[in-house]
Structure formats: structure tokens, C-alpha cells
């Protein structure tokens, strides 16, 4: 079973710097894209960053010039650079992969189960 964990997630101050880590474990045919999302209500998740397998990168506007999303695809893991922090990115961040496990089987999408960035003014 695919399984996703984050890292690096904490308390910045405004103006800040953090850089959060998404680990996959388990059986991983092809990876089609890597995203990071954050809980901004009870019941929405908004994208903040994805890239793909060709390594096209797009980005939320309110993240853009701030954060920058990086992957590398032989260790399984990608990456969001987050600079010039600000309270509104106070939120819990989940990355996400779209990927195949089996040759020849759909595409899934799996979760990580979250970190918490807080950013204090």
C-alpha cells in the first residue's frame, strides 16, 4: 500500500522560511504528478502548488514568487520551498500524488495525512 508522510512543517515567524518534505513508501509504478494542498475551511483544500512528470510547475497566485515546488522522482518525494511567509499561509499541508501502482492499472490519487504550518506576525 502507497503511503505518503510529510515533514518539516512548524511555527515560522512572518517573513520566514520553511521547507516541507513528502516521503512515498510502497510499490510505485509511475508517478504522474506531486501537489501540495492546504485545509483552509472545514471542508476545502486548496491547491498551492503541483508538478508533473515533465516538471511543469503551477502555482496558486498567492503563493506565486514565494514558494517553489521541486520533486525528485527517483526518491519518490517532493518539496515546497516556502519563503517570505505570511499568517494567512497558516494551515495544514497535505501532499498529494496522482500515480499508477501496476503497469497497465488507472491512476490513483493518495494523501499524506498532513502537517501544521503556523506563521506568526
Known amino acids: 500500500q502507497v503511503q505518503l508522510v510529510e515533514s518539516g512543517g512548524g511555527l515560522a515567524q512572518a517573513g520566514g522560511s520553511l521547507r516541507l518534505s513528502c516521503a512515498a513508501s510502497g510499490v510505485i509504478n509511475k508517478i504522474n504528478s506531486m501537489a501540495w494542498y492546504r485545509q483552509v475551511s472545514r471542508n476545502q483544500r486548496e491547491l498551492v502548488a503541483n508538478?508533473?512528470?515533465?516538471?511543469?510547475?503551477n502555482y496558486a497566485d498567492s503563493v506565486k514568487g514565494r514558494f517553489t515546488i521541486s520533486s525528485d522522482s527517483a526518491k519518490k518525494m517532493v518539496y515546497l520551498q516556502m519563503n517570505t511567509l505570511r499568517p494567512e499561509d497558516t494551515a495544514v499541508y497535505y501532499c498529494?500524488?496522482?500515480?499508477?501502482?501496476?503497469?497497465?492499472?488507472?491512476?490513483?490519487?493518495?494523501w499524506g495525512r498532513g502537517t501544521q504550518v503556523t506563521v506568526s506576525s
Open positions: 498529494n500524488y496522482n500515480l499508477r501502482v501496476l503497469y497497465g492499472n488507472p491512476a490513483r490519487t493518495f
Open positions: 508538478i508533473n512528470s515533465d516538471g511543469v510547475t
